[in-house]
């Protein structure tokens, strides 16, 4: 069973940032990407950044690159998100995803960013 922990959501101000934290638990598996999904109220849940097996990135929302940074530390089996310059667009439901090189999905429990003033 493998299990994903995301923290440090919470509410922030416009143009503050954050740093989210997905940790890994469980059964060894071979990990193919690693990714942040958000999921806006009365919206689908949409891919915001991936890290693969081999370290490359992926941002495919245009709307957070050079915002965001996605990164990873192997030795603590945990990855992270950085977000920059945040903008109340910003705000919805984060979550933390881990596709196995079986083919598995696992996902977190989700964790809220609020951009307000």
């Known amino acids: 069973q493998v299990q994903l922990v995301e923290s440090g959501g919470g509410l922030v101000q416009p143009g503050g940032s954050l740093r989210l934290s997905c940790a890994v638990s469980?059964?060894?598996?071979?990990?193919?990407?690693m990714g942040w999904y958000r999921q806006a109220p009365g919206k689908q849940r949409d891919l915001v950044a991936q890290?693969?097996?081999?370290?490359?990135?992926?941002y495919p929302d245009s709307a957070v690159k050079g915002r965001f940074t996605i990164s990873r530390d192997n030795a603590k089996n945990t990855m992270y998100l950085q977000m920059n310059s945040l903008k109340p667009e910003d705000t919805a439901v984060y979550y933390c995803?881990?596709?196995?090189?079986?083919?598995?999905?696992?996902w977190g429990e989700g964790t809220l960013v609020t951009v307000s003033s």
């Open positions: 890290i693969f097996y081999d370290g490359s990135t992926n």
């Open positions: 469980g059964n060894s598996f071979s990990i193919y990407y």
């Open positions: 995803k881990l596709r196995a090189q079986n083919f598995e999905n696992y």
